[in-house]
């Protein structure tokens, strides 16, 4: 697993470094995660059923070579393994679908939101300036895939979970974190009264340009 952690009160580079607004990744809209997320959580649910289904048959299978004879029992086994693990792949991917298709996050001026799940609905909003750190999380086949995920802890202790957002493309998770820590750094120079509570809006200013304008950064 790789972890990268960035300070929480760093300046992240080239966020307000003189970047057009128009370069920004817009996560104002709400976007899905990539599609790696059906078919990869499909293949760690399947690890899972053909580790438990093998462990499952091992301490019957001198029972039912006596019974049958070691041919038919290694092919009955085989069998059943088989057809196992096409239905639940079939089942996994399925829900697997279904959750990606209910899966959204999105950014407004003041917090990062996610709305998850099927039939038991979950929204996430995450006030900016509640943002501790976020860690870039891969395992080797999402690493695979250029796929991570990124998890954002928040203040409040160890009782707080951090909000995990699985599957997002390597160069989106990048610009998502800097824009996290971009608009809690903006988040709090307005809680400090450093920028009037009107520039909200204009969260994706650079502080050059706010600098030039006599707001101090």
């Known amino acids: 697993m790789e972890l990268n952690r960035i300070d929480p009160l760093s300046r ?7 970047e057009a607004i128009g370069t920004r990744e ?6 899905q995660v990539h599609h790696t997320y059906i078919w990869l959580g499909s293949l760690r649910l399947l690890g899972v059923v053909l ?3 093998i462990t499952g048959i091992l301490p019957n299978l001198a029972a039912l070579i006596d019974d ?5 029992s290694i092919a009955l086994v085989f069998g ?13 991917l399925l829900v697997s679908w279904l959750q990606y298709k209910n899966l959204f996050y999105r950014l407004t001026d003041t917090e990062f939101i996610m709305d998850s799940g099927i039939i038991t609905k979950r929204h996430v909003q995450i006030p900016y300036q509640r943002i501790q750190s976020i860690d870039q999380q891969a395992g080797l086949f999402q690493r695979m895939a250029g796929v991570c995920t990124l998890a954002i802890s928040t ?31 903006w988040q709090l120079m307005v809680e400090a009264g450093q920028v009037p509570a009107n520039a909200v809006s204009n969260v994706a200013t650079n502080v050059a340009a706010n600098a030039a304008a006599g707001v101090a950064v």
Request: without cysteine; charged residues 20%; aromatic residues 10%.
């Open 68 to 72: 049958t004879g070691f041919a038919s």
């Open 80 to 92: 059943v393994i088989a057809a196992t693990l096409v239905a639940t792949y079939g089942l996994s």
């Open 26 to 31: 817009d996560f104002t809209q709400p976007r």
């Open 12 to 18: 992240v580079d080239g966020v307000f470094a003189g």
């Open 155 to 185: 203040a409040g202790g160890a009782a707080n979970r951090a909000v995990r957002v699985p599957y997002i493309l390597n160069e989106d998770a990048k610009a998502l974190r800097e824009e996290l820590f971009a608009r809690k750094q």
């Open 51 to 53: 580790v438990a289904g």
